[in-house]
């Protein structure tokens, strides 16, 4: 039986309603500078849209010329909810977000040391409307996503 995530913060840090989303992403996304980069990895801002949305959106559509090329993206993000010591892996086996379900590769994940996360973490899911847009997470899921919530090394955050 699979676990599905369903969206954490879907009305809070972006719209919920799917056509909006899909809206406000492309804008984003068309609005964004293009820049003659080929990254090998982002770091990217997760907080609501309507503070950072232009910033990610320049960063993933960095992404465009690349996306049929990346194989795996690994997603890192903050604990902001519980302290943990390492990373912490999600406990499921896909995220439901409004713009559709993005399938975890948990096979890949079980070369990391597992600990409980809180599903409630949000870097993934601002994050995962403008990966899917950009294509940056493949679409056969060969590879996959591998989310994990990185705490510090004395488990606060």
Known sequence: MSTIRTPAVAGMFYPADPRQLAHDVQQLLTAARPHALTPKALIVPHAGYIYSGAIAATAYAALRPIAAHIRRVVLLGPTHRVAVRGLALPEADAFD???GR???DTAGSTRY???AASHRQRAGACAGAFAGSTAAIPAKHTAGLHPAAAGCRHGVS
């Open 102 to 104: 993005v399938m975890l």
């Open 113 to 115: 040391r597992p600990f």
């Open 97 to 99: 977000t409004p713009l």
